[in-house]
T-cell receptor, first 111, second 116 residues
């Protein structure tokens, strides 16, 4: 079946460091791909999305490119801030119109 | 505006109580969803409503009863819950009933439920 795999966390970085959170997927067809962020005690917020191969989603300094050849959608940010500390979920929407989430990656940014 | 609101923010209930969770959106979205999220886990889909009709029930126990009174409102009625039902309950909505699977789901802040 369709699935999403994320790197295990927590990821601990110093402020202004470069961030990469790996996400790979298994799916038939051409799913849409999403990154959601969940701050402590809150719901999920859409961070960015991409709907077809080679699309780049971007928002608030975060970027991810839909790579069909490697079935990946890695999240990157050039310079993280303490306020970016949160749990990040990679997700795909398959042809059954369900969101399938990865397990989540906790990011901790230290001052 | 992509706001989905949920009330209450926190709820504590006993196993014999009946309570309801409420979700509201005013974006004109025609699909609404309930998810359950346990600590340190991703959300799990419970129910999907499309055009105010239940379209997906992910084999959820009958002690959870969803209701969609109109296109803006989604309720989740709770009765005879178990302590293992304690979780964050998230509501989401999307513009169409996902007949295009590029559609985006927008989430509310959730209701944190504790069952004693």
């Amino acid at each position: 079946g369709n699935s999403v795999t994320q790197m295990e966390g927590p990821v601990t970085l110093s402020e202004e460091a470069f961030l990469t959170i790996n996400c790979t997927y298994t799916a038939t067809g051409y799913p849409s791909l999403f990154w959601y962020v969940q701050y402590p005690g809150e719901g999920l917020q859409l961070l960015l999305k991409a709907t077809k191969a080679d699309d780049k989603g971007s928002n608030k300094g975060f970027e991810a490119t839909y790579r069909k050849e490697t079935t990946s959608f890695h999240l990157e940010k050039g310079s993280v801030q303490v306020s970016d500390s949160a749990v990040y979920f990679c997700a795909l929407m398959d042809s059954s119109y369900k969101l399938i989430f990865g397990s989540g990656t906790r990011l901790l940014v230290r001052p | 505006d992509t706001e989905v609101t949920q009330t209450p923010k926190h709820l504590v209930m006993g196993m014999t109580n009946k309570k309801s969770l409420k979700c509201e959106q005013h974006m004109g979205h025609r699909a609404m969803y309930w998810y359950k999220q346990k600590a340190k886990k991703p959300p799990e889909l419970m129910f999907v409503y499309s055009y105010e009709k239940l379209s997906i029930n992910e084999s959820v126990p009958s002690r959870f009863s969803p209701e969609c009174p109109n296109s803006s409102l989604l309720n989740l009625h709770l009765h005879a819950l178990q302590p293992e039902d304690s979780a964050l309950y998230l509501c989401a909505s999307s513009q169409t009933p996902a007949n295009e699977y590029t559609d985006t789901q927008y989430f509310g802040p959730g209701t944190r439920l504790t069952v004693l």
